[in-house]
Each structure stands twice: as structure tokens, then as C-alpha cells.
């Protein structure tokens, strides 16, 4: 059974500094995939903000934004955010055939 009155003035970091304790995302019980998940985040994040330039609709001013937050586990927006992306590289000839953006000789 759980008995939370074992916890009062006790020094045990609960999150996995102190072996006393081991909570659910340390050791065996870990997630095996949590780095692949947080490279494949970053990498998605970064293309986006490499490969297109964001705009608010109708040209909306930045300082007009509504920040309210609703409250929930990760304080999400109360009113969702529209962007605009619009592709910024530029795309040749060679990169619609090779798939590259340099040219093979043809």
C-alpha cells in the first residue's frame, strides 16, 4: 500500500537523484525511445524554421497576439495560433531531377 506520511520531512529528490526512490521514467523502466523521439523533434523543428519563413495571417502585427492560457498539464494556448508558411529556398532544375542542388553533369 502507499502511505504518503513516509515522504514528510524526507530529503529524497524524487527526480532520480536519490536511488531510494526510483520513479517510473528512470532505470529499467525507463523509455528506450525517448532519445530517438526528442533528435526527431528537434530535427522536425529545425527544418521548419530552415526551409519555409512564418507570417501571421493578414498581416496581423505580432504585438496583437492573444496570450491567454487555458489551464491544463502544459498551459496550452487559450485560442490557436495561425502561421503562415511560406517556402523560402529556392528550388532548380537539378533538384527536381538528381533530388540535389548540385548538378551531375547534365
Known amino acids: 500500500e502507499f502511505y504518503p506520511e513516509r515522504f514528510i520531512n524526507n530529503d529524497i529528490d524524487v527526480r532520480g537523484q536519490d536511488f531510494e526512490l526510483i520513479p517510473f521514467g528512470a532505470g529499467r ?59 523560402r529556398l529556392q528550388v532548380t532544375h537539378s533538384d527536381v531531377i538528381y533530388g540535389t542542388t548540385t548538378d551531375r553533369g547534365g
Not at 501571421?56 to 497576439?65: A, D, F
Open 29 to 87: 523502466r525507463g523509455c528506450p525511445g525517448l532519445q530517438l523521439g526528442l533528435l526527431t523533434v528537434k530535427l522536425v523543428v529545425a527544418q521548419l524554421t530552415h526551409c519555409f519563413t512564418w507570417e501571421l495571417p493578414s498581416g496581423m502585427q505580432p504585438e496583437k497576439l492573444d496570450m491567454n492560457e487555458e489551464f491544463g498539464l502544459s498551459m496550452p494556448r487559450a485560442n490557436k495560433l495561425l502561421a503562415i508558411p511560406s517556402y
